[in-house]
């Protein structure tokens, strides 16, 4: 009889390639790894402290083939369910196994997810500048790099700082300090100034060219409702995280007075974050990423349940998710029947030599390793070089001083 192969060991490794990753790999006791992405941008320290403290002394002995099993082992066993520490220890765990099962079997993870659903996985980049003119060129130079979506953030006239500009036009890392930096927000400045914004773009580059916009849960419904309603004659792919989406019911009045579609998500960690925004469909895109909503087991619930409800995937994929979830977002990307877009931060040389992958982007799409696995790994002796450095993500404050959503 053959003996079950065992988990022999699992580590993580925390790294700062100019900015901080956590990553998780385990061995089995046949010497195939896995990894796991488990970074959680300002908090990473606390999911490496779950898994070395809570979760991986519990893997050591288990089963690597039993990933459902070991899923709900994580998630029922821990008492305390879902928030973005539990889940993200939880998708390591995840990601790290399917990578294992890939590997086994000798096949790129998306073939055990049903096979590919689409030649490539479009995905979109970030166009942002201070002045309408910069996001212009910067529109412009991710038209040269051949993306199919492009999303526009820009600076607000009368406010110095705003999300989404970064002082890197192609990398772009928020959290800057180890105490949260702070700035200020307008949301009447705001609302004044964003479809000149979008009015030009259209003007310059045409009718058909995705755009797309973060909101980044700044506003309320009603003022939400407004924006999306000055948004319409730019016909927008989505307008991104528009109010902070605890209060599922609060989308209704946003739908209410707009048809600009609406992806909300990348913040959440288990279907029941989303189930009632998918369910009523007062969401047109569902941007849960398999490093902060339970590894690719979960994720996969998620967009299955968005399939039943005219809901497509618009994963996230800032900078501040390794390449390890980039790689395993694309296999899912690739084979779910309700794909809508993944985002694409790109990453700097420095991660990407930390983090060595067959994905490559090529005519506005990327394309996951047709390697065995998820197609990624960690250089732990180069990861070692690069110490953890505190950074915290800012904080955001009305013009009176009323603290606000960043
Ligand atoms: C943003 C992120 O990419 C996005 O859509 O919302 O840049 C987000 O601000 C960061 O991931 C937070 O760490
Ligand atoms: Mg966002």
Not at 124 to 153: E, F, M, P
Not at 228 to 256: H, K, N
Request: charged share 20%.
């Amino acid at each position: 009889m053959l003996l079950p192969v065992r988990i022999v060991d699992a580590r993580v490794i925390v790294t700062c390639p100019g900015r901080n990753f956590v990553t998780l790999k385990i061995v089995t006791d046949e010497g195939v790894t896995g990894v796991g992405d488990a970074t959680l941008n300002g908090r990473e320290l606390s999911v490496a402290a779950y898994l070395t403290e809570h979760v991986i002394p519990t893997l050591i002995g288990r089963d690597p083939a039993r990933i459902e099993d070991t899923w709900q082992y994580l998630y029922r066993g821990a008492y305390w369910r879902r928030g973005p520490v539990t889940m993200s220890a939880i998708a390591a765990v995840d990601t790290a196994l399917w990578d294992i099962k890939g590997k086994v079997a000798g096949l790129p993870v998306y073939q055990l997810l049903g096979g590919r659903s689409r030649e490539g996985v479009t995905v979109y980049g970030h166009a942002n500048g201070d002045t309408v003119d910069d996001v212009l060129t910067a529109v412009a130079s991710y038209v040269d790099l051949g993306y199919r979506a492009i999303r526009v953030q820009t600076g607000i006239p009368g406010l110095p700082v705003t999300y989404g500009v970064g002082k890197d036009k192609l990398f772009y890392e928020p959290a800057d300090a180890a105490i949260p930096t702070e700035s200020a927000w307008s949301t009447e400045r705001y609302l004044s100034f964003i479809p000149s914004v979008f009015a030009r773009v259209r003007e310059e580059f045409g009718p058909t060219l995705k755009l797309l916009h973060d909101v980044h849960h700044r506003l309320t419904p009603i003022e939400a409702a407004r924006l999306g309603r000055s948004l319409e004659p730019y016909a927008l792919t989505w307008m991104e995280d528009p109010v902070p989406a605890e209060l599922q019911e609060g989308f209704r009045l946003i739908r209410q007075h707009t048809t600009t579609p609406i992806a909300v998500g990348e913040v959440f960690n288990t279907i029941w974050d989303c189930e009632q925004l998918i369910r009523e469909q007062l969401i047109d895109y569902i941007r849960a990423t398999v490093v902060h909503a339970g590894g690719i087991t979960h994720l996969r619930r998620i967009f299955d349940l968005a399939a039943l409800h005219h809901v497509r995937s618009g994963s996230h994929g800032a900078t501040d998710l390794s390449p390890v979830c980039m790689a395993a977002a694309l296999h899912l990307d690739l084979a779910i029947p309700n794909f809508g877009l993944q985002e694409y931060m790109r990453h700097t040389p420095a991660t990407d030599e930390v983090f060595p992958h067959g994905y490559h982007f090529a005519d506005g799409y990327l394309h996951p390793s047709e390697a065995p696995g998820l197609g990624v790994d960690i250089d732990e002796d180069l990861a070692a070089k690069y110490p953890y450095r505190p950074a915290s993500l800012p904080v955001n404050r009305l013009e009176d001083g009323t603290m606000h959503n960043w």
